[in-house]
């Protein structure tokens, strides 16, 4: 069935907008975050891709800045504290 992330999320002012869309084989978060709003820091115990579907973040994995736009990825380590700050309305998919 043909989704759209957009579609699926709705940006709030309030709080960041995070919805499971897959199957149980595998899980694919999907997550909104309005300009300013952020991720804070946390650690994954499993490893993880996160794909800026729409917009631009900013993603801070040890002490290192990163500035991902649409189209790009960051493979995350299991156990590696890291953020997301959304430099712009922004939609992203994490992948575990």
């Known amino acids: 069935m043909k989704r759209i992330l957009k579609d699926e999320i709705v940006l709030s002012e309030s709080s960041k907008t995070v919805k499971i869309l897959a199957n149980p084989s595998f899980k ?3 997550l909104g975050l309005k300009k300013g709003q ?50 712009v309305d922004s939609y992203l998919y994490l992948i575990k």
């Not at 650690?43 to 801070?60: D, H, N, P, R, Y």
């Not at 290192?64 to 189209?71: P, R």
């Open 28 to 30: 694919v978060i999907g």
């Open 38 to 87: 952020v991720l804070e820091k946390h650690t994954t115990s499993t490893k993880a891709i996160l794909i800026v579907q729409f917009g631009e973040v900013e993603f801070l994995i040890d002490g290192v800045k990163h500035n991902l736009q649409a189209g790009a990825f960051f493979e995350i380590p299991e156990n590696v504290e890291h953020e997301v700050h959304a430099l």
